[in-house]
């Protein structure tokens, strides 16, 4: 499952940070858990773990830079590569399979391109010293 992430991280180029992105990835995550409630309830506390933490990072980030909040951009942009092979993971973890566990592979997927297509100054700033 990482390799999948790792893959879609070396295949996209970024962009700027679009915002609304998060609470898209927030709805669908709680949409899902309230979808996979009957059928499996494993997929469901899945999909609330990793739609609460999205949320919880979301409210936390420091999207203007006035320094009114804990994390900042940047960090916001690692974290979210890091949620995205936790939400890939978290079928294994939790054990359970079918067509819940293909929407958490996707999910992570977006989630780590999402993040590989955000550009912020302080990414900019590091690649440009890489290069």
Known sequence: MPMLNNAVKMAVKPLPRRIS?????VA?????????WRRNQRA?????????TQLALSLLTDYDGDG?????LEAH??????LGAMTAM??????????????????????TAV???????????????AA
């Not at 942009?77 to 890091?82: E, N």
């Not at 993040?115 to 440009?128: G, I, N």
């Open 21 to 25: 992105i998060d609470y898209l990835s």
């Open 28 to 36: 669908a995550s709680l949409l899902s858990a309230a979808f996979f």
């Open 44 to 52: 469901s506390l899945a999909a609330l773990v990793g739609g609460g």
């Open 68 to 72: 009114m909040k804990t994390i900042t």
């Open 77 to 82: 942009r690692d974290i979210d590569v890091g």
């Open 90 to 111: 978290l079928p294994e973890f939790l054990a359970f399979d079918g067509r819940e566990k293909n929407f958490f592979l996707a999910h992570g997927a977006v989630t």
């Open 115 to 129: 993040a590989e297509l955000t550009d912020t100054p302080q990414v900019r700033r590091k690649r440009r010293r």
